[in-house]
Nanobody, 130 residues
């Protein structure tokens, strides 16, 4: 059974930084997608960034250049480094995992809808004040 546990959410001022962590256990490392998603009250869930087992990462236009997704295979941890945070970044952030067909590249993980990811964490809240 795959489990994901997020942490690192907090309240910060505009321009600040946060690093979210997601510890993943029980997953198949052969070929997979890991993604970060967010959902603000009254808004659709948005894909923030995704990375695959080959390390190929993709970002939403709204966070490109400010956020960085990375993974530490030694500790089974997925990270999201968020810099220059803006009030529009305020949301509940979730990490998610699913297996990836080996014939697909990393962009597949970004375009895969969040509700199609088989496993998801409980979320961590990020609040950015102006």
């Amino acid at each position: 059974q795959v489990q994901l546990v997020e942490s690192g959410g907090d309240s910060v001022q505009s321009g600040g930084s946060l690093r979210l962590s997601c510890v993943v256990s029980g997953y198949n490392r052969r070929s997979y997608c890991l993604g970060w998603f967010r959902q603000a009250p009254g808004k659709e869930r948005e894909t923030v960034a995704a990375v695959d087992s080959d390390g190929s990462s993709t970002y939403a236009d709204s966070v490109q250049g400010r956020f960085r997704i990375s993974q530490d295979n030694a500790t089974n941890t997925l990270y999201l480094q968020m810099d220059n945070l803006k009030p529009d970044d305020t949301a509940m952030y979730y990490c998610a995992y699913d297996a990836k067909p080996t014939y697909y590249g990393g962009y597949y993980c970004f375009t895969k809808a969040s509700y199609d990811y088989k496993y998801r964490g409980q979320g961590t809240q990020v609040t950015v004040s102006s």
